[in-house]
């Protein structure tokens, strides 16, 4: 079977391999994120690069299947034979591997273990604290399941608390996104990223599959039986997540635009003193839900939006119309995704544009130097949006800008409106604009934008930049 390809993650290989060569005592890592993020795949590039480790997945079973499983792992690995009859015992057994050469441990889905035998991971605790930590000894905890793994360390109850550095994988960004599509167009670059987000599993799935974009959303999430049709679903039951149909709602409520906490209220019919908890459950333990305050505006103001493009995607429009597709009416579905993609895709252009300029921040684009300390939107009571803010209060410089995804030209009312918008933020100083538009910009829309002293960005400038960056 030929080798996955591996992307990015640089920063994570980078601090694993400096780990290992700078070894002198015991160190433990937690390496955790949702599942399909990329895990195990990133352990075994590190692994390419070391020479004595042992690998060991927790599968759903006994204790005495998981004593089982190490013993024969041991015999297929390191080439002994051993019968541990406790944990500690083979923990011990690792220990002494690291006593003359660095040795690494590596235990994925670790987290199984505290349904399976919690006394294994005091176990592990209390063989770190009198023997490990004194080793030449690399140990590597891979976890799926962020609620399981903020039980273990987070609490000043848990096993191993303040014993391990944190490591949180998550889903690639646009600019990591696009290393693994080299061959597509920004355009499609962009759709395909806002509908499969950036989690490697789903985009190696895409890559495999074949046809244009709906195709592929056919073949891997609408039709019977599709891969990822059950995606979302399955996350949540992963997590152990109760009430489902209320975060089914939340999530829904936010993927269709319903933003504001009252608007959450009024879709789902969850009471006030009730919704902070699935709301900082979708937040904390699964990283699916987040808020945002407007920029230089009011907290009260805030905002909350799903997180992952795919997620967000799915309770947009296949969370709603499952009994459509249970009675195999994927065409329907299909229609309405055509419909409204674009609208839905012009929502994630403003964040990947965000993107783009914090790349840029402290260069320049088309000569305008950037240097802002914060970056985001900005929103009145008065449905006054600006797509981008971002300012530097102490050198009193602030950037506006306004971003389409349609299928026209930006015309000139788009930039006299951002013009007539920046009038109301309170704040004085140098206002610099930028527009962003898909499909270009007409003449009287140039001069505007020259006028106001601003510069513009098509599709075709934002792919260059991108390309730079990288």
């Not at 939340?250 to 009252?262: D, F, R, V």
């Not at 601003?454 to 792919?463: A, K, P, T």
Request: hydrophobic fraction near 40%; aromatic fraction near 12%.
């Amino acid at each position: 079977m030929a080798e996955k390809e591996f992307y990015d993650r640089k920063e994570e290989l980078s601090l694993l391999k400096d780990k290992y060569s700078n070894i002198s005592s015991g160190n433990m890592l937690v390496i955790y994120g949702r599942r399909r993020v990329g895990k195990t795949e990133l352990v075994k590039q590190f692994l390419k690069t070391v020479k004595d480790h042992f690998y060991f997945y927790v599968e759903v079973t006994q204790k005495k299947g998981i004593l089982d499983s190490l013993s024969k792992a041991v015999k297929e690995q390191l080439k002994e034979n051993r019968v541990f009859n406790d944990f500690y015992e083979f923990l011990d057994y690792i220990g002494n591997k690291a006593e003359k050469e660095p040795f690494t441990l590596i235990i994925d889905e670790f987290q199984r273990l505290l349904d399976i035998a919690p006394e294994y991971i005091t176990n592990l605790q209390n063989a770190w604290d009198s023997k490990l930590k004194d080793k030449k000894i690399l140990v590597l905890l891979l976890g799926s399941s962020i609620g399981m793994i903020q039980k273990i360390m987070n609490s000043k109850a848990g096993a191993l608390y303040g014993r391990a550095q944190k490591i949180k994988i998550s889903p690639f960004k646009y600019s990591d996104f696009r290393l693994m599509f080299k061959e597509l167009g920004e355009e499609d670059k962009i759709i395909t990223y806002s509908v499969f987000g950036g989690t490697p599993d789903y985009l190696d799935k895409f890559k495999k599959a074949q046809g244009d974009i709906y195709n592929r959303i056919f073949e891997l999430i609408l039709k019977k039986g599709a891969v990822l049709l059950e995606e979302p679903k399955n996350l949540l039951e992963y997590e152990n997540v109760r009430v489902h149909a209320k975060y089914n709602s939340i999530l829904q409520a936010t993927s269709s635009g319903k933003e504001t906490l009252k608007e959450i209220e009024d879709f789902t019919k969850i009471s006030t003193p009730t919704m902070p908890a699935y709301i900082n459950r979708l937040d904390e333990l699964l990283d699916l839900l987040g808020r945002k305050d407007p920029v230089l505006g009011k907290e009260k103001l805030g905002r909350y939006c799903v997180r992952d493009n795919f997620f967000k995607f799915w309770y947009k429009f296949i969370f709603p119309n499952q009994t459509s597709l249970n009675l195999g009416n994927t065409k329907f579905v299909l229609d309405i995704i055509k419909q409204d993609l674009n609208s839905y895709v012009g929502r994630i252009f403003e964040e990947i544009v965000k993107e783009l300029l914090i790349l840029y921040n402290t260069k320049e684009i088309k000569g305008l130097k950037l240097n802002f300390e914060n970056i985001g939107s900005w929103w009145d009571r008065n449905s006054n949006e600006i797509d981008i803010l971002a300012y530097n209060l102490k050198d009193k410089n602030f950037l506006l800008g306004e971003i389409k995804w349609t299928n026209k030209k930006l015309d000139a009312d788009v930039v006299d409106e951002l013009y007539r918008k920046s009038k109301l933020i309170n704040y004085s100083g140098a206002y610099k604009f930028i527009l962003v538009s898909k499909s270009g910009f007409t003449e009287k829309a140039l001069n505007k934008i020259n006028d106001i002293g601003g510069i513009h960005l098509d599709l075709g400038e934002i792919e260059t930049l991108f390309d730079k960056a990288g």
